[in-house]
């Protein structure tokens, strides 16, 4: 039997432990597997790609666990009322093989991503900050608030999107959180005089959702939405005058902002800074940029923690997905009428 | 809701329609897939190495549907009770991204090796052939001889492993099959006078399970467990004096029997044949030889026809893997406590 977490479990957990609680316990567990990076088997995703958007399998493995999540993204989702990310995952056994943990990842991806912009900005924001912007106002923009409120101390955050419903969606869903929330009228008004802007728009383009013009000195990007070929937010002219950090370095040349810039362009792995291999910010001054697209391991961190809370909360819900007959060489066996292992359908 | 078939469930599928109906349906969903090899993306396997055994993903779509198989092979683990392969796989619907069907695919995968085992000797062994050997009685052996015995009317099979045990477990399992079965003392007596030899051993290691000497004009070899790196079953001599058959040339290049020979050694792929681009058999005395590996198209096979068989059957058991809000750019509202999505733990 395999564990199982799905989608009403996971409600169930974030129910008893509170979002803010996992939110902080995220960004430890990744932190901590992001400092022994050098230790996990990187592989770029596999993507399948089609007209209307793609499907992937992001394999991670640390020697002792191996981890995948098949995600896809398909941005016309929303208009026939299905979202544009779902995803599952599962945690195995490299020592025999056996998967040994499934979960939905729908929602464990949003606390996920949310968790690892918070790590990244306690890494490279100014100290200080206490506001931020977020320009898109879809279904990762509520965690990410969550996520800077209590990792970082966020305060406020100024919010822009270009359809009105959904940010009275995400004024409501704040309202609260303890967060003070601004509506603002365009995004050049969101991200004036904040601390750290957060870009997380889901159009499948090359789009200018912040333009050089509107980015002063000392500010913190986090760009989450420009993460797939042919998707980017970011005028280049900002890339350029910034420092740019980005999870797997080949991974973000196809997928992340820097697709518009050579293939030289100097970028920071955000490991190198947890593990103390490389600095973050150099001055208050400098523009900072989290290039991100998500990585693997961070699902992989996802799901350790997501199995551990299942435990600490007795949750004990599994699907029979592995066979185990009595002598292993003897599948056929499963199939006599006799088999002990035979059980009725939906047993 | 993803509909799910787990290890009871297939079990009772195979209770209703039987084995042998289910090998030969099998074999006619590969040969259709097959037929449109060209429609299909093909990738070679994600594969995650470790000093045990594998970690595999495999996937494939025809841009309608989009299939992955999650597959290990641990030749070790038969020593603690385990087995060497366990799967699992599903299937989702491009135009979305969403998974619509999760099944086990350990029981699964057995069926359609054999199905795809015995679609290609169909294609490649002399007609009149009536007699086999299989060298390798584990976990894959009876499905082997069913799915000869049912689709290319073999009689006879002689069967040889090193492990008596392995043996009797063969013999006890055909004794009501209508195959008439005899355990050879070793390999060169199995396959003495056959007209198929299936090699379908399991260790990870360039073993000669069968040498040139041992094979005569005419016969069709089925080497099913040559299927990774390191690991092969046949002496080179054979793969000369033969015409040998690939699944996908660039996979079996790496994973099998053929990884002995130089990168331009030449080889026919089956969907050729099936689509008629290419000759199979030669004349009765050419050797044929199916280097088998597994390939995605035939997991994608096998699960479309399962999903059919749960229908058919009126299975109805489902998983809740993906979350669905209301409004999909509201996740975050599935969170709250008054969300009717928000179903208790185990529903």
Redesign the interface.
Known sequence: MVE?V????I??L??RFG?EAILTEMADYIEADYRRWPEF?K?PR?A?H?S????E?M?A?D?KL?S?K?V???PK??A?????V?A?G?L?D??????VFMS?M??LT?LRTAAMSALAAKLLARPESRTMAIIG???????QALAFKTILGIKAVKAFDTDPA?AR?FAA?MAESGIEVEIAADAASAVLGVDIVTTVTADKAKATILSDNMIGAGIHINAVGGDCPGKTELQADILMRGKVFVELTEQTRIEGEIQQMPADFPVTELWEVIAGAAEGRNSSDQITIFDSVGFAIEDFSALRLLRDLARRAG?D?S???????A???????????D?P???????
Do not use: C, M, W
């Not at 879809?138 to 965690?143: P, Y």
């Not at 699907?319 to 007959?325: K, Q, S, T, W």
């Open positions: 199982f799905g989608v009403s479990d409600v169930a974030v129910g979002v088997e592989t596999l399948s089609s209307d958007g793609v499907i399998l394999p493995s020697g191996f995948f098949y896809n993204g398909h989702n929303t026939v009322g299905l979202q544009t779902t599952f599962v195995s490299v020592d025999t093989g056996y998967p939905e729908t929602l949003a106002l879809g279904a990762q923009s509520e965690f959904a969606k869903n949750l819900r699907i029979d997905l592995v066979a185990n007959p002598d292993p060489r003897d599948l056929f066996g499963l199939l006599r009428a088999a292992e035979a059980l009725p359908v939906g047993a």
